[in-house]
């Protein structure tokens, strides 16, 4: 069974930082895809960015490319979702997920964290 526990949400300011952990056990994410997604009240949940564990690669969505940052660090089966120049439209809760393929909709993802709240005020 595949844990993800996202940490690192919070109040920031227009064109503030904040960085998204998600921490993974149960098994290595060796040959998945580790991918962000965020829910705005009454919105549907929509993917963020991704990124293959196996190699790097990574894809955005168009509305945070440039600003979003999505890494990982495979000693500790952690990723990581840096996100600057936050805009109010970025307020959410963040989730990490993973899936076997390279997709940006989420019912193709299989596991995901339990959500962390990130709120931009203006």
């Known amino acids: 069974q595949v844990q993800l526990v996202e940490s690192g949400g919070g109040l920031v300011q227009t064109g503030g930082s904040l960085r998204l952990s998600c921490a993974a056990s149960?098994?290595?994410?060796?040959?998945?895809?580790m991918g962000w997604f965020r829910q705005a009240p009454g919105k549907e949940r929509e993917f963020v960015a991704g990124?293959?564990?196996?190699?790097?690669?990574?894809f955005y969505a168009t509305s945070v490319k440039g600003r979003f940052t999505v890494s990982r660090d495979n000693a500790k089966n952690t990723g990581y979702l840096q996100m600057n120049s936050l805009k109010p439209e970025d307020t959410a809760v963040y989730y990490c997920?993973?899936?076997?393929?390279?997709?940006?909709?989420?019912?193709?993802?299989?596991?995901w964290g339990q959500g962390t709240q990130v709120t931009v005020s203006s």
């Open positions: 990124i293959v564990w196996s190699g790097g690669s990574t």
């Open positions: 149960g098994r290595t994410f060796s040959g998945y895809v």
């Open positions: 997920s993973s899936s076997t393929l390279l997709t940006t909709t989420p019912r193709n993802y299989d596991y």
